[in-house]
């Protein structure tokens, strides 16, 4: 089984990392911050996604990682949440911008969303990992994390694993 890894950030990790574990072919995801270089060498909210690229393509990870949060969106908590793909070599990075231009004929507006190399990664305190999956009940989850989860049902239900 051939693994794959992309690096995801647009919104809380919290609930980044809520939707891509309820994938099926994604293996593992690490909850953290993310750098890249440039404008974006700052840390940013961000998850690693370890899939399976036979059991989920790259281009359905960005068009759910697109649809799951603000991706068109440039709000005012943009530093901390940056909007990005990052990728681990040039081929995934040409990859991942040929298939941004093609999904945002998908939005009303212009994606912000880039395609940017990964330079660091800072993973979340341990309390915090498996934040949804923990904590379902609690108020963020219900408000935040809960309707992301419903639209992944309904928008990409056949991607989604047994028991979400």
Not at 75 to 103: D, P, V
Not at 113 to 137: D, G, M, R
Not at 138 to 153: D, N
């Amino acid at each position: 089984m051939v693994l794959h890894k992309i690096a995801l950030g647009g919104g809380c990790h919290w609930c980044t990392e809520a939707v891509f574990q309820s994938l099926k072919g994604v293996n593992k995801v690490k909850q953290g911050f993310v750098a890249s270089s440039g404008n974006n060498s700052s840390f940013s909210e961000a998850v690693i996604v370890h899939f399976t690229p036979t059991t989920i393509s790259l281009k359905t990870i960005i068009e759910i990682h697109l649809h799951t949060h603000k991706s068109a969106s440039n709000h005012s908590m943009r530093s901390k949440y940056r909007s990005a793909i990052y990728t681990f070599s040039t081929e995934q990075e040409t990859e991942t911008s040929i298939i941004l231009n093609t999904l945002e004929t998908c939005f009303d507006n212009k994606l912000i969303t880039k395609a940017l190399p990964f330079v660091a990664f800072k993973p979340s305190e341990i309390q915090l990992k498996n934040y949804y999956y923990s904590n379902p009940e609690k108020p963020f989850c219900q408000s935040y994390i809960h309707p992301k989860l419903q639209l992944l049902l309904s928008r990409f239900g056949e991607h989604t694993k047994e028991n979400l």
